[in-house]
Each structure stands twice: as structure tokens, then as C-alpha cells.
């Protein structure tokens, strides 16, 4: 049985940081792209960053545009999905996801077929 475990959420004001962490259990997932999404209050949930795998061996690093130069994502082991987010903003608050997909990169959720229970992350201005 798949499962994700999230953790690392909090409350911080605007300009610091949180770091957030992602643990799958029920098999190595080596190859499979683990991402993070987030939902905001009346928002739809959006596509934040993503490990996906290459075929160097290596993770390469997806992000979305409204976080590029502030979060870093980075894969610690095949189950491990760090997500360090700095100089925060009121408008990156939300319920941050974890989700397992395959092994090539989508941005789409419909391509993630494990999720976590999700991590409130807050950030007051």
C-alpha cells in the first residue's frame, strides 16, 4: 500500500522560510516523479515543483514560474521529496501537497495517482 507522508508545514511571516518534507512508503519509487502542489483558500490546487528522473541517473528539478529564484526542490533517497521554500510571501499560503506520479514529468494532477494528506502552510504579512 502507497502512502505519503508530509510534514514540516508551519506559520512564518513574510521573508522567511519553511522547509517541507514528503516520505513514500510501500516501494522504492527510484524513477517515479514526486511533486508538490498547493491549494489556496477559494483557489484551484496548482502545480508547484517536481523531482523527475533522467536517464543520467540523476533528478532534474521542475518549478513554477511563481516560485523560481525563492523554492528549491531536491530528492533525498528514492522516497524522499524535500521542498525548501524561502523569502515567503502572504500569497504562497495554502495546503501544500505531495503527490507520487510515473516515471516521466507532467505538470497536470490528473497525472499523480498518490497523494498526501496535505501541510497548512501559512505566511502572515
Known amino acids: 500500500q502507497v502512502q505519503l507522508v508530509e510534514s514540516g508545514g508551519g506559520l512564518v511571516q513574510a521573508g522567511g522560510s519553511l522547509r517541507l518534507s514528503c516520505v513514500a512508503s510501500g516501494r522504492t519509487f527510484s524513477r517515479s516523479t514526486m511533486a508538490w502542489f498547493r491549494q489556496a483558500p477559494g483557489k484551484e490546487r496548482e502545480f508547484v515543483s517536481a523531482?523527475?528522473?533522467?536517464?543520467?541517473?540523476?533528478?532534474?528539478a521542475e518549478l513554477a514560474d511563481s516560485v523560481k529564484g525563492r523554492f528549491a526542490i531536491s530528492r533525498a533517497g528514492a522516497n524522499t521529496v524535500l521542498l525548501q521554500m524561502n523569502n515567503l510571501r502572504p500569497e504562497d499560503t495554502a495546503v501544500y501537497y505531495c503527490?507520487?506520479?510515473?516515471?516521466?514529468?507532467?505538470?497536470?494532477?490528473?497525472?499523480?495517482?498518490?497523494w498526501g494528506q496535505g501541510t497548512q502552510d501559512t505566511v502572515s504579512s
Open positions: 503527490a507520487l506520479g510515473s516515471d516521466y514529468f507532467e505538470a497536470a494532477q490528473s497525472e499523480y495517482g498518490y
Open positions: 523531482t523527475r528522473w533522467t536517464a543520467a541517473n540523476t533528478y532534474y
